[in-house]
């Protein structure tokens, strides 16, 4: 267990609300990343983070952003949630035996 | 870019065989590969981590073998049991801290 925290682990909203995931870790990791899983893509990247506030984006980034103001939080944020962001979100840790999850948020947007 | 692909996307076995999950990527500067079990509606649990430098590595009744040349991974499960029913999950890394790129996974049901 790497020390990795999301919440909420679930939630429900609406089109158009801003939402706000976080990702909380214990070990002082410099890389973090947000996945998401989708039935039929598998995981894929929306951002990740070097060090704090040094963040890049990753392959579905669009209608998402992140911040990062200290080490251990890693926050996502929705800022107008819309149907097709639906799905299960990973945050990662990269360690030095490889990369390790969160347990993950389940959204979902009507 | 790095792409990973996983075949068969589904596989069915008796319990006590011993199978072969599939893995290929196609950029061979591969810094190391990640083999993952996904079990439904929960998180992703590392099962092993091959660096570049390695063949092999073990782990109980798991092996998973990487060979960079032919841009191929495969993980052995020996005698398989129900148990063991899960998605398993590979994903490859250009650098240590690189994102991993994922494959879709190979969805395993061992029968009783």
Request: proline content about 4%; aromatic content about 8%.
């Amino acid at each position: 267990d790497a020390g990795i925290t999301q919440s909420p682990r679930h939630k429900v909203t609406e089109t158009g609300t801003p939402v706000t995931l976080r990702c909380h870790q214990t070990e002082n990791h410099r890389y973090m990343y947000w996945y998401r899983q989708d039935p039929g893509h598998g995981l894929r990247l929306i951002h990740y983070s070097y060090g704090v506030k040094d963040t890049d984006k990753g392959e579905v980034s669009d209608g998402y952003s992140v911040s990062r103001s200290k080490t251990e939080d890693f926050l996502l944020t929705l800022e107008s949630a819309t149907s097709s962001q639906t799905s299960v979100y990973f945050c990662a840790i990269s360690g030095l035996a490889g990369k390790f999850f969160g347990p993950g948020t389940r959204l979902t947007v009507l | 870019k790095q792409e990973v692909t996983q075949i068969p996307a589904a596989l069915s076995v008796p319990e006590g065989e011993n199978l072969v999950l599939n893995c290929s990527f196609t950029d061979s500067a591969i810094y190391n590969l990640q083999w993952f079990r996904q079990d439904p509606g929960k998180g992703l649990t590392s099962l092993l981590l091959i660096q570049s430098s390695q063949r092999e590595q073990t782990s109980g009744r798991l092996n998973a073998s990487l060979d960079k040349s032919s841009g191929r991974s495969t993980l052995y499960i020996a005698a398989s049991q129900p148990g063991d029913s899960a998605t398993y999950l590979c994903a490859a890394s250009n650098s240590g801290n690189t994102p991993l790129v994922f494959g879709k996974g190979t969805r395993l049901s061992v029968i009783a």
